[in-house]
């Protein structure tokens, strides 16, 4: 089952962000990555307030826009066909 969520993305610290209904396979957890379309930013969810009662939304979603070459930089078990160490959070 889908979940409609209310998704508060920002682009930078201090940014105003921006607000708007979405609908996901299911809701995004904190730490997880989302992206809006198959050509936009990716943005870290860092926030997930769950609306468990009769409400539009299924919860709202906070995410900061990240860079995604960094995080797969960082975050692959493998860069250029070698097994990394996990990196400490």
Known sequence: MAAQVFLHTYDAPGAEPRNEGRVFLRLPTV???VTLSPTS???EVTLVVHCPFEATYAAE???RRVDHLEVVK???PY???VATKKRAR
Do not use: F
Request: charged letters at 25%.
């Open 41 to 43: 930013d990716w943005y």
């Open 31 to 33: 730490g997880e990555y």
């Open 61 to 63: 979603v906070y995410a």
């Open 79 to 81: 860069v250029h066909g």
């Open 74 to 76: 960082e975050r692959a």
